[in-house]
């Protein structure tokens, strides 16, 4: 199973992009996914989650509004459209996948990252 993260970059307070994650080796539809980041010298939280289906979705806080995970199942990938960007979401941006039938609280594949670094 491989998750490739891309679209991080540096850009300036205000702007937005949008991350992709491309999933390989796994039954997509079967598979909820996350965005999950790691701001410099601190600990991964929760960003944004989407069901199996597309169905239901998921924000922290500080994002909602701002921020829209979305899926594409016909080319296996998943989106984090992200408007609006503070200094404060620098982070690494992971996508990470869990198996719906599973019913685990926690995700079973993680991607590599990708590095969004907002400036003021």
């Known amino acids: 199973v491989q998750l490739q993260a891309s679209g991080g970059g540096s850009v300036q307070a205000g702007d937005s992009l949008k991350l992709s994650c491309v999933a390989s080796?796994?039954?997509?539809?079967?598979?909820?996914f996350g965005w999950i980041r790691q701001p410099p010298g601190q600990e991964r939280t929760f960003v944004a989650a989407?069901?199996?289906?597309?169905?239901?979705?998921g924000y922290a806080d500080p994002v909602k509004g701002r921020f829209t995970i979305s899926r594409d199942d016909d080319k296996n990938t998943v989106y984090l459209e992200m408007n609006d960007l503070k200094p404060e979401d620098t982070a690494v941006y992971y996508c990470?996948?869990?198996?719906?039938?599973?019913?685990?609280?926690?995700?079973?594949?993680w991607g590599q990252g990708t590095l969004v670094t907002v400036s003021s």
């Open positions: 989407i069901n199996w289906d597309g169905s239901k979705t």
């Open positions: 990470a996948a869990k198996d719906a039938a599973s019913g685990s609280l926690y995700y079973d594949y």
């Open positions: 080796g796994l039954s997509f539809n079967q598979y909820g």
